[in-house]
């Protein structure tokens, strides 16, 4: 029969062993609704890569990097807001833009050729970071980074979407999109 101290000192030691496993990363809330229901148009950020052309114009044509103040600077009108717009909106202020003092009817296209990365960690075989390709869900950003460990969780997934300072937690069952320069933790398993 084992004594009741050492009962104690069993119960002590598993404790600190779980707590051990412990670690913040911060806030945290549930969202029901995974971001594949949500249906919106990718914003743009910094370190997005633009092409840009106007048509009849090489000379303004090219891949122009959206600035850490969210701007790309661009040939004869100097610097355009770009962070925050979808690329369709960043194309009409270019129109505007250029059509104002220096081409008669310009037709500009504006395309993203690669969006900042997204970092995955936790419970993943080679966490780190990885590069976004459109319509990417969390399973298959799992998958690229070599897939699950042992200890993960299967169930739920926690995802920082950029400029978010809260973790959104969200079910494994559906699918769950993911955005550029998001951070994905994989949770550890309990039991």
């Excluded at 925050?84 to 008669?104: C, H, M, N, P």
């Excluded at 966490?127 to 070599?146: C, E, F, H, I, K």
């Amino acid at each position: 029969m084992i004594s009741k101290a050492c009962r104690w000192v069993i119960a002590l030691a598993i404790g600190l062993q779980l707590g051990g496993c412990f670690t913040d990363f911060g806030p945290v809330t549930s969202d029901s609704v995974p971001l594949a229901a949500h249906n919106v148009a990718l914003r743009l950020q910094s370190g997005d890569q633009l092409k840009i052309i106007v048509f009849g114009e090489d000379a303004l044509s090219g891949i122009y990097e959206i600035s850490p103040a969210g701007t790309i600077t661009m040939p004869l009108i100097g610097q355009a807001r770009a962070a925050g717009r979808t690329t369709s909106e960043v194309a009409q202020a270019l129109i505007r833009a250029y059509g104002d003092k220096y081409l008669k009817e310009p037709k500009i296209s504006v395309s993203v050729v690669t969006y900042r990365p997204f970092y995955i960690l936790g419970e993943v075989v080679t966490p780190g970071r990885y590069v976004y390709t459109s319509g990417l869900d969390v399973l298959t950003a799992v998958a690229t980074a070599g897939g699950f460990t042992y200890r993960a969780s299967r169930t739920s997934v926690l995802i920082r979407h950029s400029g978010d300072n809260v973790w959104q937690e969200y079910s494994l069952a559906a699918p769950v999109l993911i955005e550029p320069g998001d951070l994905i933790r994989i949770p550890e398993r309990y039991f």
